[in-house]
């Protein structure tokens, strides 16, 4: 059987793992989906976003997807091992990547950028627990960050404004990492790069899903057609699709990497 990847969002924020995907396996058939109705997810409640994981997992495996990203730290967070649990495709979660940071840290000081919900989130305390070693782990929620992002706002006095704020005084204080807990922020990159100093590392967890989810596929004995032409990815929204278009757009405008989009009509 052919390997579908089902990768979902609260946004557009997702769309930064289906370029990773898509970038490696350009033949690899990917439909996206967007559930820009529900965004943000970062302030609603675990119970919330675990509902609406289960509800989009479901849509996803229905039209034939069989084998799902879930491109998103927050509904990660909340709805992992629900979805696991009650779907017998292989899933693929997102966490804040602080073990690549605290091992590639010197300074021993690593930061995570992430939404609310992914920081109370006892999934990260875990993950810190686990991974931090001897070195101290700063969560940093950025409330209002993902909301810029949905809005293609990707650079700019404001989005550099929260992160300069945010991070000014934790990097004086020798971090020497910033690890993107939230896949809207991957596209702040070269914003981040431009207002960090040389010597802080960002750590992003786009690339390392990616081949996962290729691992993944080998390993559940899907095929992938490796030699086949290159195909769009198939993106729909569950919110309004003039608005997905018009960020994805300024997202495009603005220099961000995408992968090829047909944006469909949203789902009812
Ligand atoms: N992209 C989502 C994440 O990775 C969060 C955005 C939101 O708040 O909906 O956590």
């Known amino acids: 059987m052919r390997a579908t990847v089902g990768i979902f969002d609260s946004g557009v924020g997702g769309l930064s793992v289906a370029e990773a995907l898509h970038r490696l396996c350009p033949s690899l058939p990917i439909h996206y989906l967007a559930d820009s109705a529900f965004f943000p997810y970062g302030d609603r409640t675990a119970d919330e ?27 990660s967070s909340a709805g992992l091992e629900r979805v696991r649990a009650e779907f017998d495709v292989p899933i693929i979660g997102m966490e804040p990547p602080v073990k690549p940071a605290v091992e590639q840290s010197l300074s021993r000081r690593v930061l995570v950028l992430a939404t609310a919900g992914t920081i109370s989130g006892q999934r990260l305390a875990r993950l810190t627990e686990r991974h931090s070693a001897d070195a101290e782990v700063v969560t940093i929620p950025m409330p209002g960050l993902a909301d810029l992002v949905e809005g293609g706002e990707i650079d700019g006095p404001r989005v550099e404004e929260m992160l300069r704020h945010a991070l000014e005084e934790p990097v004086a204080e020798g971090a020497d990492q910033v690890a993107l807990g939230c896949t809207h922020y991957a596209f702040l990159r070269p914003v981040l790069r431009r207002i960090l100093p040389e010597h802080v590392d960002l750590v992003d967890a786009g690339d390392p899903v990616a081949r996962r989810t290729l691992h993944v596929i080998d390993e559940a004995g899907l095929e992938v057609d490796r030699a086949g032409a290159e195909v769009e990815v198939l993106c729909y929204a569950t919110g309004d699709v003039t608005a997905f278009e018009s960020t994805v757009d300024r997202l495009r405008a603005a220099g961000a990497a995408l992968p090829p989009l047909r944006i469909s009509r949203p789902v009812a």
């Open 49 to 75: 976003i675990q509902e609406r994981t289960v509800l989009i997992v479901r849509r996803l495996v229905d039209e034939g997807a069989n084998v799902i990203v879930i491109a998103c730290n927050t509904a």
